[in-house]
């Protein structure tokens, strides 16, 4: 009877300790149900327990609720990686359409750059096609200088030395040659017939000059690699140099202006002198380095200069090539204000201009000292857009090209003539 009641007792214990596992596993199964459905916001503060040995301890109608609640949960996970799938196709979608508008945005600015150069091109002929706008004030000191100069050309007449009626009509090609050197210098080919060398200052006051034999020379040479220095006596002023006949014409300055003649093949100074006028200006407002400007055209050597006495416009004047004497002096109506550099064709000074942020530079005013063409007449002719600004601007009779040096490059630029007569 007693094994009994123990018996009965224990099952009774047994049975209670049993009650108590399946409350607490159920308590904890509703907080894993909690947490399963708070997995996407909870997850990565609450890490899920594991229970892969529930079944065993719960009796089966409580299993079975289990695995109904895993079920769910196994389903809404299955829903959100579907979501995050259809989330990833349209972000690739998104970024395929994207991709495409970037390439047609990119078509579209190349068009619109092909479109602007055609227009640059067609402004450029329009504005070689219209006639030179005025850049000279008139007012009464100007009319007295006019007239001062009139009565200066009637007395003293200047002769030509030759035939020469060209003027320039337009720039028919441009070609960057290569880019050695400072941002200002000087490039030239000996203007005298017979001579391909080329000839490289660079800066504005340096003493060393670079020998070329050609062009084709200099445009393949790593730099000045294939040069042959001249070392001068003394040192440049500006960028108003020439090479003319083997010889070397550059402007020192110390004291006075003169103008030194140096032999190219003996390596010495043949001649030199000072400018005979008093109070110099450089003679470009944009590029006041150079404080006189020389010159070779078809006649010989010119001067283009400026003075206190004159200072708003730019002087010109023929020179003796060989004793380095002045022929004759010309005031001209070409303001100093905003030119960049000058050059000489056929006795006729054009003027080119730009501005103080460089922009397109153009031959707006131009002056013949024999008559044959007014300021008006001349075709105001516009330069190819470029780098910045001309420091220099060198005419070669012989080719007809000018020799140009722009911040560092060397470019050649082809010009177009007509006759004087023609206008």
């Known amino acids: 009877m007693r094994v009994l009641v123990v018996l009965v ?34 997850s990565f503060y609450f890490p899920l327990p594991p229970f892969t040995s529930l079944y065993l301890l719960v009796p089966p109608c409580r299993a079975l609720r289990s695995r109904d609640r895993i079920s769910l949960w196994h389903e809404q996970t299955a829903r959100y990686a579907s979501e995050l799938r259809e989330l990833k196709q349209q972000m690739v979608s ?7 508008e970037k390439e047609f945005l990119r078509v579209t600015l190349d068009g619109v750059g092909t479109r602007v150069d055609r227009v640059e091109r067609e402004l450029d002929y329009l504005e070689t096609q219209n006639g030179a706008q005025p850049c000279v004030d008139v007012d009464d000191k100007l009319i007295e200088q006019q007239v001062t100069l009139v009565k200066e050309k009637q007395k003293a007449k200047y002769s030509k030395l ?3 009626s060209d003027m320039i009509s337009s720039i028919k090609a441009m070609k960057i040659l ?4 400072g941002p200002k210098g000087m490039w030239t080919k000996d203007t005298g017939r017979g001579s391909g060398k080329v000839y490289i200052f660079n800066g504005t006051d340096e003493d060393t000059i670079h020998e070329f034999a050609s062009v084709q020379d200099f445009a393949r040479s790593q730099g000045m690699s294939l040069a042959k220095n001249l070392k001068l006596p003394s040192a440049w002023k500006g960028t108003g140099h020439v090479v003319f006949n083997n010889y070397a014409y550059y402007i020192n300055q110390v004291e006075e202006m003169m103008v030194v003649k140096y032999d190219m093949k003996n390596s010495s100074v043949t001649d030199s002198a ?7 200006l450089p003679v470009y407002g944009l ?6 400007d020389l010159a070779v055209d078809e006649e010989g050597l010119w ?3 400026a003075t206190r006495q004159n200072e708003r416009y730019i002087s010109m004047a023929k020179m003796d090539a060989n004793t380095l004497d002045i022929e004759q002096m010309w ?28 922009g397109r530079s153009r031959i707006q005013c131009v002056f013949d000292i024999n008559d044959m063409v007014t300021n008006e007449e001349a075709s105001l002719v516009y330069f190819p857009k470029r780098y910045g600004a001309h420091s220099s601007l060198k005419y070669n009779p012989q080719e007809q090209l000018l020799y140009a040096w722009d911040d560092g490059y060397q470019i050649l630029y082809k010009l177009v003539m007509k006759k004087k007569l023609e206008i």
């Open 9 to 42: 007792t224990l099952a009774c214990f047994a049975s209670a300790q049993h009650q108590a596992l399946i409350d607490y596993l159920e308590r904890r199964l509703q907080t894993i149900e909690v947490r399963i459905l708070l997995l996407p916001f909870t």
């Open 94 to 100: 998104q970024l395929e359409s994207l991709d495409k």
């Open 162 to 164: 030759s035939d020469c």
């Open 178 to 181: 290569k880019r050695v050197g």
């Open 274 to 280: 000072v400018f005979p006028v008093q109070d110099h």
């Open 287 to 292: 590029t006041p380095e150079t404080v006189m």
């Open 303 to 305: 001067a283009i200069y």
């Open 331 to 358: 005031d001209s109506n070409c303001p100093r204000e905003n030119a960049e550099a000058a050059f000489i064709i056929c006795g006729t000074l054009y003027v080119v201009y730009n501005t103080k942020q460089p």
